[in-house]
């Protein structure tokens, strides 16, 4: 008993102390490749210095930050120009565009004194310390041997993106900020924010006041959520809208660790929150309309513009206002679920549509994405839209986001589109992922882990058909009408956010979804924990089949 009593206390006290790595076996999104040669070790502790090239100093800092908050190490930081204190071990960051010869690329060489990433953009680099993350340990050290590797890593697919709906449920700057460092971590490179919907207006509007003193808000907060019962409601008003100011913050710390903001702001259906504070831009003027307290689609109230002068100018002002705050080359215009009841039972539309030779509705919402799409060209902007606006006949320059089957997706790159595939199964988040009746309350659909593992961006009929090329990624989305919570939202995107970042990250080929379950559960679970986050954890017992 007292040698046992002996060991379990010295074991005890050294636990704080032990410098074990984290394998590189584990790391997720699997890497393109690893190769283990060499024998020693690289010892990383508080003496050793992040040296970078003049390229790198925001992400020099981010590595500081974060290997500081997950062991304790806090690592001085030079430029490689700067006069240093003599150091035995370095974490260099390297800019080479020679030995990268690809956009978002990284090689992680840990060798003889040195920890060195090189990458030739901000992507590239960040996802080369996203890696030299994960392999250390999450807990306090003094110190850590990370084992000789050389890693060589970069992207499957250009797009990888994720998507949140803050119109539905808003959630606070700080929240946005941890959903892009789940990003980072995960090698995405790309947040899609949905910032305007029926139910309220979610970005600051300087040209068009009335969006945020009444588009921002709901007159009633729905509690409670309860299957097939009406809804509920507490009396008071809910809602919200991010000033400019925050989302510059928001933009810039996005930018820092890779990822690129798309905002979305949804026409020419899905505009209820526009309708109530400006109801001259509506096929049916009626200022008794609020902003939207329910979800669907609304072929019950009025949410669709109507084409006219002041809409026409509004939709330029606007997205041109828009534009000029987000940095990315792509702006989303929405375009989904146009119900065009309202254009046919209005004169003004049908007058419309003659007047342009538009064949029909369908036309008119080609119309619609084709006037902004040319407001947004004149600010050196393309558009993505739903897969809806394919009804008419779109110019190839706009890209198709394809919410539908591989069906959509496939019509959209045989007519010369890139397309960003994002079905509803299995990329829907909001979705099921269980089939727990107890299991907290989602919109339909069952998109359990494994089929969003499995699932194949670019449908075999364009392989075939050598038009793969246009399929440039995918998306998961996470529409928020049931998720009114930071935990919510935490636990419908984890695990499956993992899983789809392996999807769009690793090749193929090292796809294997035991291996992956098993890397979930020594490496990445243990970092929600970190992150304190949420997420599903009864994910083998959920399956395709069952
Ligand atoms: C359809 S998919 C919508 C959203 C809803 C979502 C719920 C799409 C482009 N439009 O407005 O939130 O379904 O899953």
């Known amino acids: 008993t007292f040698y046992i009593i002996l060991t379990t206390t010295l074991l005890s006290l050294s636990i704080p102390f032990l410098s074990g790595a984290q394998s590189v076996d584990d790391v997720t999104p699997i890497p393109v490749e690893v190769i283990k040669e060499g024998r020693g070790h690289v010892t990383i502790d508080g003496k050793t210095q992040i040296v970078f090239d003049k390229q790198y100093g925001a992400q020099a800092e981010f590595m500081r930050e974060m290997l500081a908050a997950q062991t304790g190490l806090n690592l001085p930081v030079y430029p490689n120009t700067a006069t240093k204190p003599k150091a035995s071990h370095h974490i260099r960051l390297v800019f080479d565009s020679k030995a990268i010869d690809k956009d978002e690329m990284y090689t992680l060489t840990v060798s003889g004194k040195d920890v060195t990433i090189r990458a030739k953009d901000t992507g590239g680099m960040v996802y080369g310390i996203q890696t030299l993350l994960q392999l250390f340990p999450v807990k306090q050290v003094r110190e850590v041997k990370i084992p000789d590797v050389q890693i060589k890593d970069y992207p499957r697919f250009a797009y990888r993106g994720m998507h949140l709906d803050v119109v539905r449920h808003m959630f606070p ?94 026409i020419p259906g899905h505009s209820r929150a526009t309708i109530a504070a400006y109801p001259e831009l509506s096929t049916r003027p009626d200022t008794t309309w609020d902003v939207a307290t329910t979800w669907g689609m609304y072929n019950r109230q009025n949410n ?151 699932f194949e961006p670019v449908p075999k009929a364009l392989r075939e058909q050598k038009l793969g090329h246009y399929i440039i990624g995918a998306q998961g989305n996470l529409w928020t009408e049931y998720i009114g919570s930071q935990a919510k939202v935490q636990y419908m995107i984890f695990p499956r956010m993992t899983a789809l970042s392996e999807v769009l990250w690793s090749p193929v080929e090292k796809r294997n979804y035991t291996d992956f379950k098993s890397r979930l559960k020594s490496a990445i679970i243990p970092r929600y924990t970190f992150w304190e986050a949420s997420y599903f954890p009864h994910y083998e017992q959920w399956t395709a089949e069952k």
């Open 173 to 266: 700057v700080e929240f946005i900020k941890k959903y892009i460092d789940y990003l980072s971590f995960h090698k995405f490179n790309t947040f899609h924010w949905h910032l305007t919907d029926d139910q309220g207006w979610r970005i600051e509007i300087e040209s068009y006041p009335k969006l945020n003193t009444v588009g921002s808000w709901r007159k009633e907060t729905l509690i409670g959520h309860f299957k097939d019962q009406p809804a509920r409601y507490d009396g008071t008003r809910y809602g919200g809208y991010y000033t400019k100011d925050e989302i510059l913050e928001v933009i810039n710390y996005a930018s820092v660790r890779g990822i690129d903001i798309i905002p979305e702001i949804d």
């Open 304 to 454: 669709v513009l109507q084409p006219n002068p002041a809409t026409f100018q509004f939709l330029e002002t606007v997205f041109q206002e828009v534009a000029d705050l987000f940095p990315s080359e792509y702006f989303h215009l929405g375009g989904d679920e146009t119900s065009k009841i309202w254009w046919k039972a209005d004169p003004v539309s049908q007058a419309f549509i003659k007047e342009h030779n538009l064949k029909d509705e369908k036309g008119l919402q080609t119309y619609f994405v084709e006037q902004v799409a040319s407001y947004l060209a004149a600010k050196g902007k393309k558009v993505i839209g739903w897969h809806e606006i394919l009804e008419g006949d779109l110019s190839k320059s706009t890209l198709i986001m394809n919410w539908g089957g591989e069906k959509e997706g496939i019509a959209a790159a045989r007519r010369g589109h890139q397309v960003i595939m994002s079905p509803g199964k299995p990329l829907y988040f909001d979705h099921y992922q269980s089939k727990d009746p107890n299991d907290s309350l989602a919109i339909h659909g069952y998109n359990p882990l494994d089929a969003v593992y499995a």
